[in-house]
C-alpha cells in the first residue's frame, strides 16, 4: 500500500466511527425505549397516572407517586386513544393531559450522512486521479527538486580521517573545506574560490563518500542527488527542480550540492536522433545558468561524481562551473593496506592475517572490492562457526570476488576434467618459464562462474604501465592452455574461447592503440569502438584504407602465431611438468602457488617451507633484471657502434 492511502486511511476510520455513533444517538431520540402500550393502558384504568403528554407517537407521563415513564404509542389513531382511555378522566380532572407535535431530532443530523458519504467519495476519488497520474502526493510537485538535504550531527558525521587512502584528494578539497569556514579569507585577497569540483575515476572508488567527508569537514549542509532524479517525461520539469534545487541551496549557504552520476544529465549535447531541444537538454541548460549565470551563487559549492568525463558537456567542465576535476583512482598497495585496516576494525580477525600481505595479493581493487572482500570473509567464518576470521577465507574471499564461488556440486565427466586440468597446468607452466609474467597464486579445476577452471596470478607489486615484452608474455600465457589440450590431447575445446577473445583484444589493441607494430609504426588507426554514444561516434568511419586494414590482420596474425609457436616451444621442452601438475590437479582439484612451485621443480612440497616461492619468485625477478640489463648494454654498444660509423664517414668527406 502507498504511503498516500495510509495517510488518508486514519482520516475515513474517524470518519466511519463519527458516522456510526451519530447515526445511534439520532435513533435512540427518534425512537425511545420505555413502557409499552399495554402496560400505559394498565397505569391508566388503575388511575396511577397524575400527567400525560403527546408527541408525535411517543408518551411522556407522571406517577401520582412522582415517578416519569415513557413510552411509544402504536400505529393507531391518537384522537382514538384520547377518546377510549384519556376523555372522560381528563374531563373529571383526573389527568393533566397535554399533546404536541412528534419531536424532531436537530437537523445537523440527516445530514451528517450524505455529508460523510460525500467526503469519502471525495477522498476516493482524489486518490484515484493522484495515482492514475503516476505521481501519489508528489504528482503535483513535479518542478520540486527531489534532493535530501544531509545535516552533519558532529557525532555521525564523516571526516576525512575516516577516509583510508586519498592523500592528494583529500589535500585539494582542503581548499574547498578552508573556504566554506572562512570565506573572508580568500574574498579579501580577491581570490575566486572554484565553484563546482568534479571527481572522476572508476566505480567504487570512493567519490560519493569523498563528497560527504568535504561537507562533515565544514560542518555545513549538504544536498544530495542523483543526476537522473531531474529528468522526467515531462518537458521543462528537470530545469524547474535544477531552479528549486538552487533556490533551496541558498537559502541554507554555505552549503554543498552534490549530484552523482552527473553524466545522466550533462551528457554532451546534440547527442540524440531526435533534434537537440529535449528534456534533458533543457536540463543542462538550467544547470549551466545556476552554475555560472548572471545571478552568483555565493556560498555554494557543487560537486558531483561520474565515471565518464569524456562524454560530458564542454560548457560543464570550464572554468567558473567545474574549475577542479579531481581523479579518484584505484588505491596502490598503500592505500589497500590502509583500507583493509577500516573495513576490519570491527571485525575479529585471527593471528594468522596479516593485511599488509593482502594488500600486496589484491592489486587492481576498488575500496568496494576490499570491503566485499572482508565481508565475504566474515560471512564464510560464521558459516563455519568460527570465532575469527582466518587468512585462508580472506584469501578464498578474494578469489570468489573476482571468480565466483566454487561449484563443488557440478557434475563433470572424466574426459572433460582431463582437459581442464591439462588447460589449466598449460597456463601455470607457460607463465612459470615466462619472466615477465606474475606468480602463480593457485591453480584449480572446480568450476567457478562460467569457467571450467582458474588459474590465478598475484603480482608482488602494482604496475602503472604495460610494456610491449610484458604484453608479449600475457599473449604466450593466454595461449599456453589452447597449446596444452592440443599438444597433450591431440585435440582442442571451447574452453580456450575467452582465452584466444582476450589475446586478439590485446594484439589488436597492441597494434592500433599502442603503436607496437614494427610495420605499421607508432600510430592510432580507428576510434574507440568499445564505448559508442549516439550522435557523436555514431556514423564515424574507420580513418585508414583496407590496405592498412589487410596489414593490421596480418600483424595481429603474426603476433598471435609467435605468441602461440612460443608456448609451443616451451610446453614441450618442460612436458614432464605439465604432466606432474595436470596429474596432481586430478588428484587434488586445487593447488596452491607454493604446491605449483613444488611441482615445477620437482621436490617435495612441504606447506611450512616460505622459500620454495620466494625462491621462485627471485628466479624470475633475477631473469628479468638480467635480460633487462643484457637488452640496455646491447641496445648502448649499438648505438655507440653507430655513432663510430657515422663520424668515421663524416672524417672521410671532410678529408
Known amino acids: ?193 572554484p565553484t563546482g569540483v568534479l571527481l572522476v575515476g572508476p566505480p567504487g572508488t570512493g567519490k560519493t563518500y569523498l563528497s560527504r567527508a568535504v561537507a562533515g569537514e565544514a560542518n555545513v549542509p549538504f544536498f544530495t542527488i542523483s543526476g537522473s532524479d531531474f529528468v522526467e517525461m515531462f518537458v521543462g520539469v528537470g530545469a524547474s527542480r535544477v531552479r528549486d534545487l538552487f533556490e533551496e541551496a541558498k537559502k541554507n549557504a554555505p552549503c554543498i550540492v552534490f549530484i552523482d552520476e552527473i553524466d545522466a544529465v550533462g551528457r554532451r549535447r546534440g547527442a540524440g536522433l531526435g533534434g537537440g531541444h529535449d528534456e534533458r537538454e533543457q536540463t543542462l541548460n538550467q544547470l549551466l545558468v545556476e552554475m555560472d549565470g548572471f545571478s552568483k551563487n555565493e556560498g555554494i559549492i557543487v560537486m558531483a561524481a561520474t565515471n565518464r568525463s569524456d562524454i560530458l558537456d564542454p560548457a560543464l567542465l570550464r572554468p567558473g562551473r567545474f574549475d577542479r576535476e579531481i581523479y579518484v583512482g584505484k588505491p596502490d598497495v598503500r592505500e589497500r593496506e590502509e583500507i583493509l585496516k577500516v573495513h576490519t576494525k570491527k571485525k575479529p580477525l585471527d593471528d594468522d592475517v596479516d593485511l599488509s600481505v593482502i594488500a600486496k595479493r589484491t592489486p587492481g581493487f576498488t575500496p568496494a572490492d576490499l570491503e566485499n572482500m572482508v565481508n565475504e570473509a566474515a560471512i564464510m567464518t560464521a558459516k563455519d562457526n568460527k570465532k575469527k576470521i582466518p587468512m585462508n577465507l580472506i584469501n578464498e574471499a578474494s578469489i570468489k570476488v573476482q571468480a565466483g564461488p566454487e561449484k563443488k556440486s557440478k557434475v563433470v565427466i572424466e574426459k572433460e576434467r582431463k582437459l581442464t586440468a591439462y588447460h589449466e597446468a598449460g597456463h601455470a607452466v607457460v607463465s612459470r618459464l615466462t619472466p615477465e609474467m606474475d606468480p602463480v597464486h593457485m591453480v584449480t579445476i572446480v568450476p567457478r562462474g562460467m569457467a571450467g577452471g582458474f588459474t590465478a596470478f598475484i603480482p608482488e607489486e602494482d604496475v602503472s604501465y604495460m610494456t610491449k615484452g610484458w604484453m608479449k608474455a ?63 561516434d555514431f556514423g564515424r568511419t574507420r580513418n585508414y584504407s583496407e590496405e592498412v586494414a589487410a596489414k593490421i590482420d596480418a600483424e595481429m596474425r603474426s603476433l598471435i602465431d609467435e605468441a602461440y609457436k612460443k608456448a609451443e616451444t616451451l610446453l614441450k621442452e618442460n612436458i614432464d611438468k605439465l604432466h606432474r601438475v595436470a596429474q596432481r590437479l586430478l588428484e587434488v582439484e586445487t593447488i596452491s602457488g607454493k604446491e605449483f612451485e613444488a611441482l615445477f621443480q620437482d621436490v617435495e612440497y612441504d606447506p611450512d617451507d616460505d622459500n620454495l616461492s620466494i625462491n621462485g619468485e627471485k628466479e624470475r625477478e633475477e631473469e628479468l633484471s638480467r635480460e633487462i640489463d643484457e637488452t640496455i648494454e646491447k641496445n648502448i654498444r649499438e648505438i655507440e657502434k653507430e655513432n663510430e660509423e657515422k663520424k668515421s664517414r663524416s672524417d672521410e668527406f671532410g678529408e
Open 1 to 193: 500500500m502507498k504511503r498516500t492511502y495510509k495517510g488518508f486511511g486514519i482520516y475515513i476510520f474517524i470518519a466511519l466511527v463519527v458516522l456510526y455513533f451519530a447515526t445511534r444517538y439520532s435513533t435512540s431520540v427518534t425512537q425511545p425505549e420505555g413502557l409499552n402500550f399495554t402496560e400505559i393502558v394498565g397505569l391508566l384504568n388503575e388511575n396511577k397516572v397524575a400527567s400525560l403528554k403527546l408527541e408525535g407517537s411517543e408518551i411522556y407521563g407522571k406517577l401520582k407517586t412522582g415517578e416519569e415513564f415513557n413510552g411509544y404509542l402504536p400505529d393507531i389513531n391518537k384522537d382514538d386513544f384520547y377518546n377510549d382511555y384519556l376523555k372522560d378522566k381528563v374531563h373529571a380532572g383526573e389527568i393533566q393531559y397535554d399533546a404536541g407535535p412528534e419531536r424532531q431530532p436537530p437537523f445537523y443530523f440527516s445530514l451528517i450522512g450524505p455529508i460523510f458519504m460525500i467526503v469519502i467519495f471525495g477522498v476516493f476519488w482524489y486518490l484515484f486521479m493522484q495515482n492514475s497520474q503516476g505521481g501519489g502526493s508528489k504528482s503535483m510537485n513535479f518542478g520540486k527538486s527531489r534532493a535530501k538535504m544531509v545535516d552533519n550531527d558532529p557525532s555521525k558525521a564523516i571526516k576525512f580521517v575516516d577516509v583510508a587512502g586519498l592523500k592528494e584528494e583529500k589535500e585539494e578539497l582542503l581548499e574547498i573545506v578552508d573556504f566554506l569556514k572562512n570565506p573572508r579569507k580568500y574574498t579579501e585577497m580577491g581570490a575566486r574560490i
Open 474 to 536: 600475457e599473449l604466450v600465457s593466454l595461449l599456453g592452455g589452447r597449446v596444452a589440450e592440443a599438444l597433450v590431447l591431440d585435440d582442442i575445446s571451447t574452453g580456450a574461447s575467452n582465452d584466444i577473445e582476450r589475446a586478439t583484444r590485446l594484439a589488436r589493441s597492441m597494434v592500433t592503440h599502442y603503436g607496437m607494430s614494427e610495420d605499421l609504426g607508432p600510430m592510432t588507426y580507428g576510434t574507440d569502438d568499445e564505448q559508442v554514444f549516439v550522435g557523436r
